[in-house]
């Protein structure tokens, strides 16, 4: 059965930085282009960071650019979110998702039901 499996979620103080994993079992990522979201309470999911299956280009979402960064060790089979400068507005469950059909604007600007794999999330809560 394929699988996304989200780690590394933590709490941690304002301005710290913390590393999330998306492990895949069954399904290779190099097939897949590769997108992290989030969902913070109160809001909608909202798409930050995608990998390309094809060149490892990245695709960025405002909130995050500058502060984030996606990779991918293909080695392990795992996709990793490299977060920095977090703030109280970081606070969310974060969702890996693989999706073996779409480009990265269309995975992070389209529908949520597009994607072909979820993960179940990992929370991240920043707090003093």
């Known amino acids: 059965q394929a699988r996304l499996v989200e780690s590394g979620g933590a709490l941690v103080q304002p301005g710290g930085s913390l590393r999330l994993s998306c492990a895949a079992s069954?399904?290779?990522?190099?097939?897949?282009?590769v997108a992290w979201f989030r969902q913070a309470p109160g809001k909608d999911r909202e798409g930050i960071l995608c990998?390309?299956?094809?060149?490892?280009?990245?695709t960025y979402g405002d909130s995050v650019k500058g502060r984030f960064t996606i990779s991918r060790d293909l080695a392990k089979n795992t996709v990793y979110l490299q977060m920095s400068t977090l703030n109280f507005a970081d606070t969310a469950v974060y969702y890996c998702?693989?999706?073996?059909?779409?480009?990265?604007?269309?995975?992070?600007?389209?529908?949520?039901?597009?994607?072909?794999?979820w993960g179940k999330g990992t929370p991240v809560t920043v707090s003093a």
């Open positions: 990998i390309s299956k094809h060149d490892d280009s990245t």
């Open positions: 069954v399904l290779a990522l190099d097939a897949y282009a």
């Open positions: 998702a693989a999706d073996g059909g779409r480009e990265c604007d269309e995975i992070l600007r389209g529908s949520l039901y597009g994607t072909d794999f």
